[in-house]
């Protein structure tokens, strides 16, 4: 029998706020354990929490720009369970009035069509403390209650995707639109974005949704997709062993490569949900919700378009280019100076960011501007020096954080050379010393070609014009052939 995946995201995305969501507690990351912690997020007796504006701000951005309906009446709740890193014993959510309701993403998949997703409900909540186990003290647990009371939006989609890649694409794409806004920084290995993914299969055609498996514990896509992909597999053999798949929670074992079973799944009544006394329902001005939508940026997918309808780029580069709002920034603003896009492209997408790779840093702490890296490809429309040097140049530039190519280029003597007859004569010193492979050429053998310009440009210290190399190299050839 042949099955069909069913998956369903619960995304969870700290919001940039300086401040917790209902006290003034700091919210920086990666400080003294319990430094940032007062009675209100502690949960101490009589302590009464006071919702953060920019928190609702955040939640209606992220609605607006998802296509939700925003409720103006959303109330927060009270979701009841036991967890050392839990101060209160229970966590303020919002269960049956959130915030934002039934909105949408569309997603693409390499070699399908364009997909739209579902969004059941997006809700503001409070995150929980976190529990430290040192390696040097088994069996002793420490409690660290900074992330107590961090603010979340919690963004529920529909069950609408068939494969780890559409789940993979659609937390892309989520991500994508948050860090845009500005109101996440997107980092899944600092939990600030992560998601879990309820799985389950069911025979073609049948309607009815087959028991589902929670999956925690992924801190990257890739993780996302594996784990999906390993528990899309456990199914289909439990089943096929003529076993039943249990409604439960599972955890992602890295090492391992597997899911665990961490718990059985809970259900709402679970949890005892009651409106929280101490906080009003949330009432949103109109003129606000207005206020707010008109503020939004243009979006990833709608700033795609555009790169490809007024750059004339391939689609991956506009992927790619605006995979990141600083990243579409630095590529418009070198255009505005260097008016060629696709050369543009070429080199932001190829040296610049296999430079920021590999020192694992963002555009944002790029040492080339973009006005230092359009001044250096208008060197290489000019002439002045080749595409290889260039790669020298800017190597210096992002190395030394000079935004001078012309002064590195005087520097180091770097100019093109041009002059036909010194370069006539470096040609004809290479095909002197390289017969055979001049004989091979003459043989058939076209791909010498490139061995002897490459001879030239050596000689030259990649200096020479490539265009005139090949032009005088290939004089020379047809005038010597036998």
């Not at 502690?42 to 409720?71: D, F």
């Not at 599972?250 to 079973?261: F, G, H, N, P, Y």
């Not at 009003?280 to 555009?306: C, F, H, M, N, Y």
């Not at 390289?434 to 990649?462: C, D, H, I, S, W």
């Amino acid at each position: 029998m042949d099955f069909e995946v069913v998956i369903g995201l619960e995304v969870h995305a700290q919001l940039r706020t300086k401040t917790k969501i209902f006290c003034s507690c700091a919210t920086s990351f990666g400080d003294e354990p319990n430094a940032n912690t007062c009675p209100v997020c502690t949960g101490l007796p009589g302590a009464l929490p006071v919702l953060n504006r920019r928190v609702v701000e955040y939640a209606v951005k992220a609605g607006l720009a998802t296509n939700c309906q925003i409720v103006n009446d959303s109330v927060f709740a009270r979701k009841n369970y036991f967890y050392p890193d839990l101060p209160k014993g229970y966590q303020i959510s919002q269960f049956d009035r959130p915030i934002c309701l039934g909105g949408y993403l569309d997603i693409k998949v390499a070699g399908q069509e364009q997909k739209r997703i579902g969004i059941t409900r997006i809700h503001m909540e409070e995150d929980a403390g976190k529990l430290v186990h040192p390696e040097h003290l088994y069996g002793v647990s420490y409690v660290d209650y900074n992330r107590a009371c961090v603010p979340l939006l919690e963004i529920v989609s529909e069950p609408d995707m068939r494969s780890s890649a559409e789940a993979v694409a659609y937390l892309r794409a989520l991500r994508d639109i948050l860090v845009y806004l500005e109101i996440c920084d997107g980092n899944m290995e600092e939990g600030s974005f992560r998601c879990d993914a309820n799985v389950s299969i069911r025979p073609f055609g049948q309607q009815e949704f087959g028991t589902r498996a929670e999956l925690k514990n992924m801190n990257s896509f890739r993780n996302v997709q594996r784990a999906i992909e390993y528990e899309v597999e456990r199914q289909r053999k439990v089943i096929a062993g003529g076993g039943q798949v249990v409604q439960e929670t599972r955890l992602w074992d890295v090492e391992k490569a597997m899911t665990i079973s961490m718990r059985g799944k809970e259900e709402a009544h679970d949890y005892r949900y009651f409106p929280d006394p101490d906080l009003l329902p949330v009432q949103i001005p109109a003129e606000w919700i207005s206020d707010l939508g008109a503020s939004l940026p243009e979006l990833p997918q709608a700033k795609k378009t555009r790169f490809i309808s007024t750059y004339e780029l391939a689609e991956v580069d506009a992927e790619g280019l605006t995979s990141s709002r600083a990243l579409a920034d630095f590529f418009e603003e070198a255009v505005k100076r260097f008016a060629n896009p696709k050369m543009v492209s070429n080199w932001v997408m190829s040296e610049l960011l296999r430079y920021l790779n590999d020192e694992k840093t963002s555009i944002d702490a790029c040492p080339v501007t973009p006005a230092g890296l359009a001044a250096l490809l208008a060197m290489i429309e000019a002439g002045t020096i080749s595409g290889k040097i260039a790669k020298k140049v800017f190597a210096t530039m992002y190395r030394e954080r000079q935004n001078d190519p012309a002064a590195i280029v005087a520097a180091q003597g770097l100019v093109q050379i041009d002059d036909t007859s010194a370069l006539a004569e470096v040609v004809r010193q290479v095909l002197a010393a390289n017969p055979a492979e001049v004989e091979k050429y003459y043989g058939g053998k076209q791909k010498v070609f490139g061995f002897l310009v490459g001879q030239v440009m050596r000689q030259t210290r990649g200096q020479a014009n490539p265009g005139l190399v090949n032009e005088l190299l290939q004089q020379q050839l047809d005038a010597g052939r036998p």
